[in-house]
């Protein structure tokens, strides 16, 4: 029951994330008069939003007690379904005929930067989760459906979503799903508070009767590792914008256009976790 739970989560998590890129787009494209610099723009935002929410997940990993984690996260996704519904907020520090880029910045900030920035950090907190309840499925292949509920999302969009909703209604459809993806995460956090105690007492007694940890799973990676690893995801991010970028530009810049490339690129994660589990 706990996989599945946990997978759903995940699964919605994704797909509103790629879900919210589109839908985001989309709206500001009118602003910044159809050109294709807009989605490299968004890109830039989400791609930048999406590794704070990384940081910040690994900053809650590290924070105390696993119940504490729970409560921060668990309030901050009430905070945002009451306070912060999805709408188009421009900006008014910015002109979009003047500065363009600030202004897209900006908009995106006030309008999605909150449930983006959630929403981005809920998959590796989920799996941290998942693993405190059970040592039976390694928690990584969560970042396998967390990959198919995005690249559902990209494939939905322009064929399903777009053609069968307007941005109005698709906003409310949004929301409403993001709720539902908080009562998710919610029954997630009891489970974790009901098995990840289990769990732990059998993780001490085990420590307990066997000291002979190794070296290597207790030493954290160097920063040169680190900053190698971010400046090598820079080379395939920066093809998928250049190949969008060229596509748009001499075809039109339409989220199917947008879509596709991105879940090329979605699907290359995918088959390299087939191909390793």
Known sequence: ??????????????????????LFAKQVLPHLGGVPAAWNGCMFFFQGTLLLGYWWAFILKNFGQSKYQQIIQTTLLLVCCIFFPFNLRTSSWFQAEEQPLLWLLSTAFQSVGLPFFLLSSLTP???????????????????TVSNIGSMSALLTFPFVLETSFSIKQQSILWQNTF???????????????????????????????????SRSHQEKP??????????????????????????????????????????????????YQFCEY
């Open 179 to 213: 709720w539902l993806n908080t009562i998710l995460v919610v029954v997630a956090c009891l489970y974790t508070y009901i098995y990840g105690k289990k769990m732990n007492s059998q993780v001490n007694l085990a420590q307990s009767t066997d000291r002979s940890v």
């Open 125 to 143: 907190t989920l799996q941290n989760w998942f693993a405190q309840c059970t040592h039976k499925v390694n928690p990584y292949v969560l970042y």
């Open 1 to 22: 029951m706990q996989i599945i739970i946990f997978s759903l989560s995940i699964i919605l998590s994704a797909f509103l994330l790629f879900w919210i890129e589109l």
């Open 222 to 271: 160097k920063w040169q590792n680190i900053f190698r690893w971010v400046l090598w995801s820079f080379v395939p991010s920066s093809l998928l914008l250049g190949t969008t970028s060229y596509i748009t530009t001499e075809l039109a810049p339409i989220p199917l256009l947008w879509a596709l490339p991105l879940t090329i690129y979605l699907f290359s994660f995918i088959f």
